[in-house]
């Protein structure tokens, strides 16, 4: 279940909804409130939605700052050709299958163990699971394997890799107030600024 008051729309200064209780015979109700606030519970701070803007740079700083040094180190090494017309079918789909596994690696492991990746910590975001905890390792993995999975699908992984940011791009902008895309929707993450 996602708690829709730890966000607060970042356009608006609007209070919180209040935290909502599942009931199991009926629809989510709220919670009793009382005239003065409990002192043992601390309030939760309020959350902002991370801008689609922020995601999308993160994302670019990522991509780059991973398929860039296995460009070098495959082009050092002589196993990818310095040129691609030098590199046939079987080495370029060799090259998608290994940039999908690093990546993969990469994103879920820094998301589940940092809550952020090299490009969120310096644009300021973190994923979050929709309840305000840490990501755990499955849902860090549901949320990427969307995107690097495209990779490793013949001929058509590069439109796949294209489309796949895109949607999540669109996703993202459509859910307002909470900006969460389909693979946040899917993994039961958000992503906030921090």
Same mark, same amino acid.
């Given at each position: 279940m996602f708690d829709e008051h730890l966000i607060r729309p970042a356009e608006t200064d609007a209070p919180p909804r209040p935290h909502l209780t599942p009931? @199991?015979?009926?629809?989510?109700?709220?919670? @009793?409130?009382t005239a003065e606030p409990d002192a043992s519970v601390e309030p939760q701070p309020v959350l902002r939605p991370a801008t689609p803007g922020a995601r999308v740079g993160?994302?670019?700083?990522?991509?780059?700052?991973?398929t860039l040094p296995l460009a070098i180190a495959g082009a050092l090494s002589g196993v990818l050709p310095v040129s691609a017309e030098g590199l046939g079918q079987g080495a370029a789909y060799a090259a998608a299958v290994t940039s999908a596994i690093v990546l993969l690696i990469y994103f879920a492991t820094a998301e589940a163990v940092f809550g952020r990746t090299l490009g969120k910590r310096l644009l300021r975001c973190a994923v979050i699971a929709a309840d305000g905890g840490p990501v755990t390792l499955r849902a860090a993995l549901l949320r990427r394997v969307v995107f690097v999975g495209g990779l490793v699908v013949p001929m058509l992984g590069p439109l796949l890799a294209f489309a796949a940011p895109l949607a999540m791009l669109v996703t993202v902008i459509q859910d307002a107030p909470t900006g969460r895309g389909f693979h946040d929707q899917m993994a039961g993450t958000l992503v906030v600024d921090r």
């Open positions: 009931v @199991p015979d009926g629809p989510p109700r709220p919670l @009793p409130t993160a994302y670019i700083i990522d991509c780059l700052s991973v």
